[in-house]
Nanobody
Framework: VQLQASGGGLVQAGDSLGLSCAYS????????MGWFRQAPGKEREFVAA????????WYTDSVKGRFTISRDNAKRTVYLQMNSMKPEDAAVYYC?????????????????WGHGTLVTVSS
């Protein structure tokens, strides 16, 4: 399984940005997908996760109401739409996949990881 995240860039506080993660090499619809992020000097943290069908989602509290995770199983892609961005959202964002049924906010639950895409938010 390979994951390729894209869409990072520089935005101003209050702006929106959308990330994509293209999946290949396996059965996408049987993988739980997650987004994590890591800011300089900080540990990697959970952002959002989505179940197989997209019906089940989970967000960390700091992004609830601002970020939306979604997936298109036909396109084998997971998305993270980020609105009302804040300087504290700046980080390298990673997508992750797990060939399991249940979503999780734990990084060690996810077997496959992409290389990350950098998001910078200016105040």
């Amino acid at each position: 399984v390979q994951l390729q995240a894209s869409g990072g860039g520089l935005v101003q506080a209050g702006d929106s940005l959308g990330l994509s993660c293209a999946y290949s090499g396996g059965t996408f619809s049987s993988h739980v997908m997650g987004w994590f992020r890591q800011a300089p000097g900080k540990e990697r943290e959970f952002v959002a996760a989505i179940g197989w069908s997209g019906a089940m989602t989970w967000y960390t509290d700091s992004v609830k109401g601002r970020f939306t995770i979604s997936r298109d199983n036909a396109k084998r892609t997971v998305y993270l739409q980020m609105n009302s961005m804040k300087p504290e959202d700046a980080a390298v964002y990673y997508c992750a996949a797990s060939p399991t049924r249940y979503i999780s906010n734990q990084a060690n639950y996810y077997r496959y990881w992409g290389h990350g895409t950098l998001v910078t938010v200016s105040s």
